[in-house]
């Protein structure tokens, strides 16, 4: 059977299907942003990425200091996606002939800067010579207090669903990178141009993690019921949410939040913003659920937008567009063993 | 600069000079088989490998699902070296479009194999697509009181140097799957010859992680000075430990344990046999060091042998040959960053 009948999802379900866990310690296993350890009352997360050259960044306009931190980055925000605080990371490196020691030492210098400006330790890892390209795999390390870890699971009917900052910016970014990248072909004095879209190229290449909003979140004494970062999209989230907690839900697409720069992109591609927004992914933002008395609370913190509930799961999971139709919500995120056509 | 020219460790050192760590539970990073963390008095053990298509393995005579038991033993070894149990496996999967879903399956059934043989849970990892064969990275989290950790760093003078089962087998395994790889070229009917040398092959696809070793040392009481897997070959593995500790070495070449099949195949392709052994690689057997009036008890265990003792560090590090002629230990292991030509 060909992969791509299945995609990523599919494939891991066919891969554990059937998979216990014998250790006391494991107390949750594949199927969240982590795993998660438990260890006295201390609750050890652990999430790993593994990231390829040619699929997941593209060498031309991708800085490799930046894709260090942007790699870092985008593990530690499933640690924040589960309430915790990442503390350690290993980092294995595939490295092929065409890199040279200072290539490695600029990727390095910007693991090692979100290292630092997030206070995690980096601990260990693996190097090897690569013939296939650059190969980044990083494991983050966290820690939580076990009475804290929140999964994609505790949504519960009337819960406020609420996200973080502005939705679709990244992909869009993308977009103008690559038609940057296809106009400057063959021309070495080719000098790209972002004006009036830093915040696109800056939400593309270096995400940042939103640890801010845990800790508002727990300086406010809210503890989400459900929470996960939007790396695959907005609607894609959802839908892992609403099923880990057998739920349906209700966002209205006059409260997706969406930044100006990512509008005017939108609108010279010719695309829908909405759709960008629902679909595009890597925005690593936290999209997280808090039970409706929380909604004065969680609305006062600074970047956070209420974008819709949780209902019963027999309602299904939809969004209420700006003239009052309800269009089922469908995950069209990237999906990395789907190929090209479904980005 | 050229990478080859600094090597993995070199570049390593390079990558990760003026590291500091800033969280309490950060006990130990990079430079051991494993990265140590604190909690209470657990320590948690992490340790990651990543393995290219091409680089470490070749699937014309790998089989998927020995690729698979290898890929998570050689990671269990790193933290039984630590004196360690593994508790929890990631497994990240780069895949090419070559492969359907049967194929990941069998490489599936592999790592859960050794997960049940070993009671380590699979807790996560990543899945995507790779342009570039096949990638796996796993990484392990063990477990370990805090004062039974067992760092590379603590061997003393006149410790015995002791290693586990036998050594150059598996390096021997690979020269004789080569062999037949070539053999085979281009010839559809070809049925490969290891009569007699199934001990060969069996350790260079299906090796298996010392558990046993470090429950015997437990039970006889015996907590080890320094200890490490035997990964890159005994000599490469021996500077490591005099290095970390601070000490020199002698060993003896009468005492380096060495299978008959070992012998016989190394004389067939006119190899030096004491040579395969020290830098043969890949053998995961365990090297430790135990204090000089454990001789006894060490001895009694079935299948470690005592192959030499720790010096004071001025005397270097050595091999006394069987004709009583000294000669330095050299690195010359597997060095993936180096090239072939190490190798």
Redo the contacts between chains.
Sequence with gaps: ???S??G?FG??D???AG?N???P??I???GDD??V?R??D?D?L?????L?????FDLTYVPLKHLGYKSAIVNFSDVYAMNGTP??I?V????SAR????H??EL?SGI?LACEIY???????????????L?I?I?C?G?APSDRIVTRGGAADTDLICVSGDLGAAYMGLQLLEREKVASAGRKDFVPSFDGKEYLVERQLKPEARRDIVEALAKAGIVPTAMMDISDGLSSELLHICKASDAGCRVYEDRIPIDYQTAVMAEELGMNLVTAALNGGEDYELLFTVPLHAHDAVSAIPGVKVIGHITKPSLGCAMITRDGAEIPLRAQGWN??K?ETDK
Excluded: W
Excluded at 46 to 50: E, F, Q
């Design positions: 059977m060909e992969i009948e299945l990523e494939l891991i066919r891969l554990t998979l866990t014998v250790n310690s494991t949750r296993g594949v982590c795993a350890l260890n006295h201390t050890i652990v999430t790993t990425d593994l390829l050259e040619g699929v997941h503390k350690q290993t294995s490196l595939g490295i890199f040279t020691v200072e490695i030492a390095f090692r206070g995690v330790d980096l601990v260990g890892g693996d190097t090897t010579s690569s013939r296939q390209g190969v795999s494991t390390i820690e990395p063993l190929g």
